[in-house]
């Protein structure tokens, strides 16, 4: 499984940003995708969640009213849309998939993409 992220940087407070994540190698059912992010010296936190078909969503209580997910099943791509971005949301945002076969779980990682808010 290959995750690439994409659409991380620099921005302002009160910016936007949209982060995508791109899964290939997907050989199982995929239940749900998501995005985590990490800060210097905190754990990592969930940010928000899509289950397979979109119909369940759900966001870190810091996320909600501000950034919306979305994703795209034929593409497998994942969507993290951030809006009035605060100095706070500074971390490394991680793609997260999750799914199953017959056999076994998934829960697959990206290499994580860094978004700095700057005041």
């Known amino acids: 499984v290959q995750l690439v992220e994409s659409g991380g940087g620099l921005v302002q407070a009160g910016g936007s940003l949209r982060l995508s994540c791109a899964a290939s190698?997907?050989?199982?059912?995929?239940?749900?995708m998501g995005w985590y992010r990490q800060a210097p010296g905190k754990q990592r936190e969930l940010v928000a969640s899509i289950t397979s078909g979109g119909g369940s969503t759900n966001f870190a209580d810091s996320a909600k009213g501000r950034f919306t997910i979305s994703r795209d099943i034929v593409k497998n791509t994942v969507y993290l849309q951030m809006n009035s971005l605060k100095p706070d949301d500074t971390a490394m945002y991680y793609c997260?998939?999750?799914?199953?076969?017959?056999?076994?779980?998934?829960?697959?990682w990206g290499q994580g993409i860094q978004v700095t808010v700057s005041s």
């Open positions: 190698g997907i050989t199982f059912s995929i239940n749900a």
């Open positions: 997260n998939v999750r799914g199953s076969d017959v056999l076994r779980k998934y829960d697959s």
